[in-house]
Each structure stands twice: as C-alpha cells, then as structure tokens.
C-alpha cells in the first residue's frame, strides 16, 4: 500500500492475515511440498472407493525414490485367483455360473463352496455341466468320475467310480440336513473352453452324511468330449439348496 511521510515498520506476516484458501497453486514452488507436510490422514480422510479398483484406476508408487503413478491393471492379481462372483444361496433350486463368468480371459476356473446346507435329508450334491449356456444340461455316457476319501466316523477308506452318470456327484455318500450337517470344497476346472481336449476338473469335498457321520472326499472327473463348457450348475437330487455361498475364481 502507498503511504504518506515516514515508512511504517515492517512487522512479520501472520497466517491471520492470509485468507482461507487464498495461496493458489501457482504460488507454490515446484517439489516444495515435503513428506513433513502431510498429514497423517490424506489418505484415509478421502472418500472410500468401496470396490475393486478398475483396471485404469491410477495410484502413486515410489519408483526407486522417484514418485510415479501406476495404474492398478499392473498390479493386480499378484499371483492369486481372481474373485469373479458370489452367490449367496438362501432357498434356491441351483446355483449356475454361465458365460458370463466363463470366457475367455482366463483359461482355468476355480468353484468354490463353503457350508452349503440341503433342505431334504439324505440327497446327493451334484454338479451339472452344459455346453449351451445352461439351455440343457449334459445327460449321456459319456461322464467319468473317480473319487477317494475317509470316513470319519470308521476311518475306513472310501472309493467311488462311474461313467453313465447325469450328473458329477460331490457328495457320494449323501448330504445329511440336520442342524450343522452341511458340505464345503472346490473344483478347479482346467481349459474349460477348449474345443480341443476332454473337459477335466480336480477337487476336495467335506461333507456330513444324514447319519451324522462325515465324508472327506478327494474328486477327479472328465467330460469324455471336446468342445467349450460355458455352465456350471449345483443342485440336489432332491429338493432345495437351502443356504451356502458359491464363488467362482478366474485361475491366473
């Protein structure tokens, strides 16, 4: 400000005499801003992106003390399976996993369930297969499937076999549905769509038989046919899926 006659004292600048918000961007030097400069929060105190990041989703990495941006595309996965859905079953008939989830970014695909309950007693779990996204499922002779376990309640070493089956048996000995008896495990199909090899698939079971006892079942299985599975069904013999979650994981 202009003045008249003598020069006031100069007197320091006080952070009361800078309005809020009133240094821009332009006023700030470049590499001004030290690690000693922020706060403790600017990260939590951002809103929460509450799901996984898009693949051009971009975060901040220290490139050899250099600070670079990476988009999380080049970072994701880190070697495990790709979550790429959930079902939570509550009363249903099955629980199907089409070509929405079966294409062709990932060549293997693992199923995975975990306390699954039936509503009728004494049934077998079953998974079903299809090659017309669900419009029908597999019923020829052309299934093959071996399983080999223990019995818990004997200790007594268990075996199953077949190859004129509708369906692929997970519980070979009978899911019981009294209070707690439930089944969990996983089967990890391998190139399900390939058209050129027999469809293949590995897995475990834990289950409770209806008498109370339980099954430990080590499963393999094989379509006898080439050409691309895009269905994935599990159901009962008899009756409902009465509760149970589902997930199927792209193999990477």
């Given at each position: 400000?202009?003045?008249?006659?003598?020069?006031?004292?100069?007197?320091?600048?006080?952070?009361?005499?800078?309005?809020?918000?009133?240094?821009?961007?332009?006023?700030?030097?470049?590499?001004?801003?030290?690690?000693?400069?922020?706060?403790?929060?600017?990260?939590?105190?951002?809103?929460?992106?509450?799901?996984?990041?898009?693949?051009?989703?971009?975060?901040?990495?220290?490139?050899?003390?250099?600070?670079?941006?990476?988009?999380?595309?080049?970072?994701?996965?880190?070697?495990?399976?790709?979550?790429?859905?959930?079902?939570?079953a509550?009363?249903?008939?099955s629980?199907?996993?089409?070509?929405?989830?079966?294409?062709?970014?990932?060549?293997?695909?693992l199923?995975?369930?975990?306390n699954?309950?039936?509503?009728?007693?004494?049934?077998?779990?079953?998974?079903k297969?299809?090659?017309?996204?669900?419009?029908?499922?597999?019923?020829?002779?052309?299934?093959?499937?071996?399983?080999?376990?223990?019995?818990?309640?004997?200790?007594?070493?268990?075996?199953?076999?077949?190859?004129?089956?509708t369906?692929f048996?997970?519980?070979?000995?009978?899911?019981?549905?009294?209070?707690?008896?439930?089944?969990?495990?996983?089967?990890?199909?391998?190139d399900?769509l390939?058209?050129?090899?027999?469809?293949?698939?590995?897995?475990?079971?834990?289950?409770?038989?209806?008498?109370?006892?339980?099954?430990?079942?080590?499963?393999?299985g094989?379509?006898?046919?080439?050409?691309?599975?895009?269905t994935?069904?599990?159901?009962?013999?008899?009756?409902?899926?009465?509760?149970?979650?589902?997930?199927?994981?792209?193999?990477?």
């Amino acid at each position: 400000l202009a003045y008249i006659g003598k020069k006031p004292t100069d007197v320091p600048l006080t952070a009361g005499d800078i309005p809020n918000d009133g240094i821009s961007e332009s006023k700030i030097a470049d590499n001004a801003v030290e690690s000693e400069h922020l706060n403790d929060n600017v990260i939590s105190g951002q809103t929460a992106l509450g799901a996984t990041p898009a693949d051009t989703d971009e975060l901040l990495v220290s490139d050899a003390g250099t600070i670079k941006r990476v988009d999380f595309s080049h970072i994701k996965g880190g070697g495990k399976n790709a979550l790429l859905h959930t079902v939570t079953a509550s009363d249903v008939a099955s629980v199907t996993f089409n070509n929405t989830y079966l294409t062709s970014t990932y060549r293997d695909y693992l199923f995975t369930w975990s306390n699954v309950h039936s509503a009728n007693d004494n049934v077998q779990y079953l998974l079903k297969i299809s090659t017309d996204n669900g419009s029908s499922f597999k019923n020829d002779n052309d299934h093959r499937e071996a399983g080999i376990g223990l019995a818990s309640n004997s200790g007594s070493p268990l075996q199953q076999q077949g190859d004129s089956n509708t369906s692929f048996v997970i519980a070979p000995n009978n899911l019981g549905a009294g209070t707690g008896e439930n089944s969990s495990g996983y089967i990890t199909f391998f190139d399900i769509l390939g058209t050129d090899n027999f469809k293949q698939w590995l897995g475990r079971t834990q289950y409770t038989k209806a008498d109370g006892a339980s099954d430990h079942f080590v499963l393999a299985g094989e379509y006898k046919k080439v050409g691309a599975l895009n269905t994935i069904r599990f159901d009962m013999s008899a009756g409902n899926i009465s509760s149970g979650v589902f997930k199927i994981y792209g193999v990477t």
